[in-house]
């Protein structure tokens, strides 16, 4: 306990004692009266004295405890952490470049959210604004921070062709190779407050901004200790001659004070409070300090549910620009705007906004802040504001999960006040894709299966998640958790697990076709598909295909194409469920599988963030990538402080067995249980596998391009049947988001790694074909595993062996 | 008359030969090897690849002048505009083994690998880089059997780069 807070008691015991002996000495005092005429008038007039002076000193020692502690409150609160800033966090650079397709890119949109600003005058460009002409798009690119490579100002002509970039050119016409666009402000981690503010240095707000807000909010800024006796004075005048409070008398300083430590309430006592606090500022720092810390804690509007604070902000969010690049008639909005920021608003009320602005003008103008010549010209420019770039809800299943791969120290608390700006791996035209085809396609499904309710009649929303990951590197290019990120935060791509189905299968297959197991069979091989009990502690366990059909032998890729149970169930008895998990838990599973035969169906529980990095294993030739989501931060002043570097992906599995699986998936897309991707017009190299489990709770589908791996879940949260298979509840989503990233030709190709070759087999007996084989068709087999058995049956591998000697092979 | 045309012939294959092939050597290749560089592989693809390309280059140049961090990063970006390019994965090997990041130098050398391997470019050209680089995660792991070995064949296809043990920014350019 303070020293002072154990005296109070003791001066009070002493004060009670002395009331006590008072009323005594009275009566005595009295008692006396004839024989001392004089003394009690001199007595009671030095008693008198002494308990004003006593008083006097407990009032001095109050006010002083007072103002030292109101002193304690303004230095604590100067010297340490003046504002909260949320950490905010940034998509990837989008990099445009020769050949570029500029509107898959969103280059338009790119620039209306970013905040460009389209400039039909003549003249040069200035930062942050753009110009359309005929096949050409002329840009000043804004310099931006990152915390592995900072891009200066620059500007940049693209000359474009049949959507696509096809030059681009410096200012002084020198060809451009590549231009990295300005990241993407995502969302924030926002304290309770959802306060969001750009925390701005005096040195870099231009003179006439300061000018601006000092002659329309306190003129006498430089003059007076922190109250303005002449201010206040004048504005009682005002209120006087027009009946009510029309004008306030608080300096810049008051205003500072009444934001940083008072309650907005309208009391005397807040006012002194107020009045006092201020003069301790202005005696204890100086007027610069004073002025910066206005400029970045005064309110300017309001972005959806956030509050704008500070001029530094307040410029992005109304003209899309840095403070520093802020013309006269703009610092005259934002000085104008101070006054009642939500009824000035230069987004919502340009006319008002306007008015006043003119008035700042006029008053810069009068003050000799501004020349006339400058206010004319600032005058005579009509407003235009930035576009309002609002944050989309769904982003935020995004940013926690990326909250939970920060390291440890960067915990919330942190994260709201520290103003960190943390850059990510997301891609803003992958993510609005993943939102919109999620919402859309569960709006869809919703409407045609009807929606359904609990046991209690409350309704259930159908749900669920997509995730995309760049295979090579495991970067997170878009996630969406949910269907609505204001009714459930629950994120189902990172942390549900639900059944996986037959999306696990391609697991059991890549074990059976890797040399670890053999390989246990090849792509000719054939699998019976019938009837088969496996003995568990729970008695028989007896799977049975979709259909409750048993087609006998089947082929390995039409067991997989159809999604039937049995060959698996089978594959998973023969490798033994140990050696599947191994290679589960190898390609990315890192949920706790249980050891019993029907793992090998998928009736483990995995997140689709697991099934993400499995199957980017199989796309990425057998290299499993580390899933991230962010590449580094800055502190608030810019500088650098954690890096996250690309890690190389590792070797878990042979890039023959990964080229097999996919060679198995691809079938599935063109001819299986995936086909409906084919059927709606996607060409190119694509691979992926439906799944649906049991009654059709989850409805999965997990498939992948050479460069993109995407997870599409869906179902509900507490698990009830949708009604629908894979093929139409979750694969729809998948090829409208396939379709929008990508267009209708996927880029590139799955090519055959060397030690898997490719040979004619007779599709029937898996025999490898010869001349004289009625049927053939191409498979792909691992080096060593090429069907010794020919057909016609007993014939010779001459042929090969002819064409190996004639190639020197 | 004889030597004198057989002299203007080989000229002129020489040069027609060397038109054909593109973009001139690099320095410290051996006329017998014509490896593939980044530079020279621009134009073999598409605009993305190039557009990629063009960032390792800027990389490589980040690199040769001493801005390892700039570096990283646009190897790190041709990534994110081609993540099927070898070169963004090659130059991130060099960049690693060069740091003494061995584990991250191997994983990025597989990763290259199998992009070459999927686009059909493995061959000499390729190799020359694969197995200096390998020998030299081989020799900052101590198995100097395995890294002299591999230096040998490396050098044997280009003892001007490997002669020193090791992969500059510009060679790789």
């Given at each position: 306990m303070p020293r002072g807070s154990k005296e109070k008691p003791s001066r009070k015991r002493a004060a009670k004692a002395k009331a006590a002996k008072r009323p005594a000495k009275r009566q005595g005092a009295k008692a006396k009266a004839p024989g001392a005429k004089k003394r009690p008038a001199s007595v009671a007039a030095r008693r008198a004295g002494l308990v004003v002076i006593a008083l006097a000193f407990a009032g001095g020692l109050w006010t002083s405890h007072a103002l030292l502690e109101l002193d304690r409150i303004v230095v604590e609160r100067f010297e340490g952490r003046r504002f909260s800033v949320p950490s905010r966090v940034y998509a990837a650079p989008i990099v445009i470049y020769p050949g570029a397709d500029w509107q898959r890119l969103d280059l338009r949109g790119w620039l209306t959210r970013m905040g460009y600003r389209e400039q039909s005058e003549a003249g040069p460009l200035g930062v942050g604004h753009y110009r359309w002409l005929p096949g050409r798009l002329r840009v000043h690119l804004r310099a931006f921070e990152h915390p592995q490579l900072p891009e200066p100002n620059r500007k940049v002509e693209l000359r474009l062709e049949k959507g696509r970039v096809r030059e681009m050119r410096d200012d002084r016409g020198r060809p451009v190779d590549v231009v990295s666009l300005e990241p993407e402000p995502i969302s924030s981690f926002y304290g309770e407050g959802r306060e969001q503010r750009d925390l701005v240095e005096l040195a870099n707000v231009p003179t006439h901004l300061t000018a601006a807000i000092t002659a329309v909010e306190d003129r006498r800024f430089e003059e007076h200790?922190?109250?303005?006796p002449v201010r206040i004075a004048g504005a009682m005048l005002a209120n006087l001659r027009a009946g009510g409070i029309r004008q306030g008398g608080s300096t810049l300083t008051q205003q500072l004070v009444k934001n940083f430590f008072l309650t907005p309430e309208r009391t005397l006592t807040r006012k002194v409070k107020e009045a006092l606090m201020a003069l301790m500022v202005e005696a204890r720092y100086g007027k610069d300090q004073i002025l910066e810390a206005y400029l970045n804690e005064i309110y300017m509007g309001r972005r959806g549910s956030t509050s704008i604070h500070g001029v530094g902000e307040a410029a992005r969010f109304f003209f899309?620009?840095?403070?520093?690049?802020?013309e006269i008639d703009e610092s005259a909005v934002l000085a104008a705007v101070i006054q009642s920021p939500n009824a000035l608003s230069p987004h919502r009320h340009p006319e008002r906004a306007k008015e006043r602005r003119d008035l700042v003008l006029s008053l810069m103008e009068g003050q000799g802040r501004i020349t006339a010549k400058q206010a004319k010209r600032a005058r005579n420019r009509p407003i235009s504001t930035a576009a309002i770039a609002l944050e989309s809800g769904q982003d935020r299943y995004f940013l926690d999960a990326l909250a939970k791969q920060l390291?440890?120290?960067?915990d919330a608390p942190l994260l709201a006040v520290e103003g960190l700006r943390i850059y990510s791996t997301l891609d803003p035209t992958t993510q609005r894709a993943a939102v919109r085809a999620l919402t859309e396609g569960l709006e869809g499904l919703e409407k045609r299966l009807g929606q359904k309710t609990n046991a209690a009649g409350e309704p259930q929303a159908l749900q669920g998640c997509l995730l995309a990951m760049?295979?090579?590197?495991?970067?997170?290019l878009a996630l969406v958790g949910g269907r609505d990120y204001s009714r459930s935060q629950f994120n189902r791509c990172t942390m549900a697990h639900r059944q996986a189905g037959s999306a696990f299968k391609p697991i059991v297959y890549a074990a059976a076709l890797?040399?670890?197991?053999?390989?246990?069979?090849?792509?000719?091989s054939r699998i019976e598909d019938e009837p088969i009990a496996v003995e568990t502690p729970d008695g028989l366990w007896e799977p049975r295909n979709y259909d409750d059909a048993f087609r006998g032998p089947v082929g390995v890729r039409e067991a997989l194409e159809r999604s039937l149970n049995v060959p698996a169930a089978r594959l998973g008895q023969l490798l033994g469920i140990g050696n599947v998990v191994q290679m589960a838990e190898r390609l990315g599973v890192s949920s706790k599988l249980p050891d019993v035969p029907s793992l090998a169906l998928g009736t483990a529980e995995v997140s689709p963030l697991e099934l993400a990095v499995v199957y980017s294993t199989f796309a990425n030739n057998g290299l499993r990538p580390t899933p991230r989501s962010f590449i580094g931060l800055l502190d608030?002043?810019?500088?650098?402080?954690?890096q996250w570097p690309l890690a190389g992906a590792r070797r878990v599995l042979d890039p023959g067995t990964a080229y097999l699986t996919t060679s198995l998936l691809e079938g599935v897309v063109d001819r299986g249980t995936g086909a409906g991707i084919r059927a709606r017009g996607l060409r190119g190299p694509i691979a992926g596998k439906t799944g649906t489990t049991d009654d059709e709770f989850d409805l999965w589908f997990v498939g992948f391009t050479p460069e993109l791996v995407a997870v599409v879940w869906v179902g509900y949260d507490e698990p009830?049947?949708?009604?629908?298979p894979s093929s139409r509840g979750a694969l729809p989503i998948w090829a409208d988001f396939l379709t929008e990233v990508s267009g209708a030709r996927v880029r590139g190709v799955f090519a055959r790694p060397g030690g898997v070759e490719r040979i004619e087999i007779?599709?029937?007996?898996g025999a490898r074909a010869l001349a004289g084989c009625r049927l053939r068709k191409t498979e792909y087999f691992l080096?060593?595993?090429?069907?010794?058995?020919?057909c016609p049956r007993g014939?010779?591998?001459g042929g090969g062996g002819f064409f190996r000697r004639l190639f020197g092979g | 008359m004889r030597p004198l045309a057989l002299a203007v012939i080989t000229c002129l294959l020489t040069v027609a030969l060397g038109c054909a092939g593109g973009a001139p050597l690099p320095?410290?290749?051996?006329?017998s090897l014509r490896p593939l560089t980044a530079s020279s592989a621009l134009?073999?693809?598409d605009a993305a690849r190039d557009g990629s390309l063009r960032l390792v280059i800027e990389g490589l140049d980040e690199d040769q002048s001493a801005r390892p961090a700039r570096a990283l990063a646009k190897y790190q970006r041709a990534i994110r505009v081609?993540?099927?390019?070898p070169f963004a994965f090659l130059a991130l090997a060099r960049y690693h083994l060069e740091g003494n990041s061995v584990d991250e130098a191997g994983a990025f050398l597989d990763q290259a690998r199998a992009l070459f391997e999927a686009q059909g470019d493995l061959g000499p050209s390729v190799d020359v880089w694969g197995l200096g680089l390998r020998a030299g995660i081989d020799r900052a792991r101590g198995r100097d059997e395995r890294a002299d070995a591999l230096f040998d064949q490396a050098r044997r296809l280009s003892p001007e780069i490997w002669g020193d043990e090791r992969l500059a920014a510009r060679e790789l350019r």
């Open positions: 200790h922190g109250i303005d899309g620009k840095r403070v520093a690049d802020l390291p440890e120290v960067y760049r295979p090579q590197t495991g970067e997170i890797s040399p670890g197991s053999g390989p246990l069979v090849t792509l000719a608030d002043r810019g500088v650098g402080q954690e009830r049947a949708i009604g629908v007779d599709p029937e007996t080096e060593g595993t090429v069907p010794e058995e020919t014939g010779s591998p | 320095p410290g290749f051996s006329p134009g073999r693809y081609d993540p099927t390019n």
